[in-house]
């Protein structure tokens, strides 16, 4: 069984630059969530695709994107990068369409830099 | 805005001690989940204990739920040093996502 994997491990960007996050799931998991984790707080809820299309989104902008390809993997896009999106983003895998009684397996993120 | 509180933010015990954390919560829920982070790296999930349950235990770790008081706590047993971490406590509020709170960085001394 393999577990989240998430690419890259690091990232250094520009303000108003645009970045992909990329995450694989949990093989037998066909739900995502991404989270937000700045330094020193809990990780907030960014979006979660259920079957290739968003099943629900937290307090982020529309510069906030993403996808979910068939084999379930999936991409983090941000666009006009700001200096506070600097964080560690976290991908998560579950079963079924939502966290219901599901624990969230969790990749171990990517750190971005917005300087 | 975060859903659950954690409390205390660190707590700092000797090898052997136990461990405790609480955590408090605004809304009604369908479960409450505690995950473990190492510095850095993902949430690893704990445990789960559903609205229903009062008491779930797993190896060194014991839950509560008390939801009159929107309230749980977790135990941790003969603490160790791998025990070092930051402990979440995550909402399942019957809406798609986990909320979680701000954390408790536990130190764990030899």
């Known amino acids: 069984e393999t577990g989240v994997t998430q690419s890259p491990t690091h990232l250094i960007k520009t303000r108003g630059q645009q970045v992909t996050l990329r995450c694989s799931s949990q093989s037998g998991h066909n739900t995502v969530s991404w989270y937000q984790q700045a330094l020193g707080q809990g990780p907030q809820f960014i979006f979660q695709y259920y079957r290739e299309e968003e099943n629900g989104r937290g307090n982020f902008p529309p510069r906030f994107s993403g996808l979910q390809f068939p084999n379930y993997s999936s991409e983090l896009n941000v666009n006009a990068l700001e200096l506070d999106d600097s964080a560690l983003y976290l991908c998560?895998?579950?079963?079924?369409?939502?966290?219901?009684?599901?624990?969230?397996?969790f990749g171990n993120g990517t750190r971005l830099t917005v300087t | 805005s975060q859903q659950g509180e954690e409390d205390p933010q660190a707590l700092s015990i000797q090898e052997g001690e136990n461990a405790t954390m609480n955590c408090s919560y605004k809304?009604?829920?369908?479960?409450l989940q505690w995950y473990r982070q190492n510095s850095g790296r993902g949430l690893v999930h704990l445990i789960l204990?559903?609205?229903?349950?009062r008491e779930k235990h797993s190896g060194r770790l014991r839950v509560t739920l008390d939801t009159s008081k929107k309230s749980s706590s977790l135990l941790i047993t003969a603490s160790r040093a791998a025990d070092t971490a930051s402990y979440f406590c995550a909402t399942d509020a019957n809406d798609y996502k986990l909320s979680f709170g701000a954390g408790t960085t536990v130190t764990v001394r030899a």
């Open positions: 809304t009604s829920i369908n479960n």
């Open positions: 998560a895998s579950s079963l079924t369409g939502g966290p219901y009684n599901s624990p969230l397996h």
């Open positions: 204990i559903r609205s229903n349950e």
